[in-house]
């Protein structure tokens, strides 16, 4: 039996010390700062089966103040932790609050105990104001073999157009 991991860690710049608390609570899934009804709403819609009645099943990563930053928190996932969550909640974030500064992101490792094909690639997250968008290793990488083999079965094509042409 084999362990799958995804873990990331990072800073995201929440503009303000009062965003940081109200982020880090919406993050660590603590009641402190209720998630607000929008975005309750979407993380259901993500995942219902996360929740509970009302209230969150797990905590989605941890989050901790930057020492000497203290407009930044410190996202991480030590084994295993919610990507798609972490980049909604961060997006509503930046949609909601006009301190937390646009163009932001994270990448992220996905790992296992046993090496095993398939098991292992990661990706990046870019958050904007506009949306968010996705990079996953192994999609790139099938998307460039494609496109790698396309563009050589082009230039081989080419080759023997112009021996064949060449020919008396």
């Known amino acids: 039996m084999a362990n799958n991991y995804t ?29 607000p009804d929008a975005l309750r709403d979407m993380m259901v ?18 989050a ?17 932790g919610d990507i798609e969550m972490t980049a909604l909640i961060l ?11 646009d163009r932001q992101g994270f990448t992220w490792a996905e790992t296992c105990s046993r090496p095993r094909i398939g098991e292992f690639g990661g990706g990046a997250c870019l958050i904007c104001r506009s949306g968010v968008k996705w990079m996953h290793t192994s ?5 460039a073999i494609r496109a790698d083999r396309l563009s050589c079965g082009i230039a081989a094509a080419q080759e023997m157009l112009d021996g064949e042409a060449a020919r008396p």
């Open 7 to 35: 873990q990331t860690s990072f800073e995201f710049d929440c503009g303000s010390p009062e965003n940081v608390t109200k982020i880090a609570c919406w993050i660590n899934g603590d009641a402190t700062h209720p998630y």
């Open 139 to 143: 999609e790139w990488l099938e998307e």
């Open 45 to 62: 819609g993500l995942c219902e089966e996360i929740f509970d009645g009302d209230d969150l099943a797990f905590t989605i990563a941890d």
């Open 91 to 101: 997006g509503f974030a930046m949609l909601t609050m006009s301190e937390v500064p």
């Open 64 to 80: 901790d103040r930057v020492e000497g930053e203290p407009h930044k928190v410190w996202l991480r996932f030590d084994e295993s």
